[in-house]
């Protein structure tokens, strides 16, 4: 009895074992992520809607992280944001020595250390007709506009520098037109 009981488990156990194959388990737990559809680069797609590459954002979001600038990037813009535009900085977070690093990096290279528009770049003839800002009636909503969306030869400033950095730039500009 004891023999047959032993062949019984002995046949019972090599059953089990030879027939589990380890490279084709019975089982899946995502199957799209063992075996997935091949799709073409740039081919139509059933995943949006009325056949659309993609989904637009719900109207009137914004990125996350981004302030909006209500005024324009033209002339009456300009004009607009030096006559009416107003720093929102407090006298406490106006940091006139993190106003100086950041013109000191991005700035003083064409409009100078002093502000007279004798910088490295103009002093090699690399640009010319850099104004000094004694010559120049600005505010800093004007200020803080050009920086935003820049100027005849200057570029903008918006990616490198966030709102608060450029209200700090435009309030040691005005400190250096003071000093002019």
Not at 3 to 14: D, P
Not at 81 to 88: T, Y
Not at 93 to 104: A, P, R
Request: with cysteine; aromatic share 12%.
């Amino acid at each position: 009895m004891k023999n047959i009981f032993k062949i019984a488990c002995l046949f019972g156990m090599t059953t089990l074992v030879s027939c589990h194959d380890k490279s084709a388990p019975n089982y899946q737990y995502f199957p799209n992520m063992y075996e997935s559809v091949g799709y073409e680069t740039y081919s139509e797609s059933a995943a949006f809607k009325d056949g659309k590459e993609g989904q637009l954002p719900v109207v009137g979001t914004i990125n996350r992280g981004f302030e909006p600038y209500e005024y324009e990037n033209s002339t009456a813009g300009y004009e607009l944001a030096k006559a009416n535009l107003k720093s929102p900085l407090d006298s406490i977070q106006k940091d006139i020595v993190k106003g100086q690093e950041l013109y000191e990096i991005y700035c003083i290279s064409c409009h100078g250390a002093a502000g007279n528009g004798k910088g490295k770049l103009v002093e090699r003839e690399k640009f010319l007709g850099v104004p000094s800002y004694a010559d120049r009636p600005i505010t800093e909503g004007s200020i803080f506009h050009v920086i935003t969306y820049g100027l005849n030869s200057m570029g903008s400033h918006a990616n490198q520098l966030d709102a608060k950095e450029r209200w700090l730039v435009a309030n040691y500009v005005l400190k250096l037109k003071s000093e002019l």
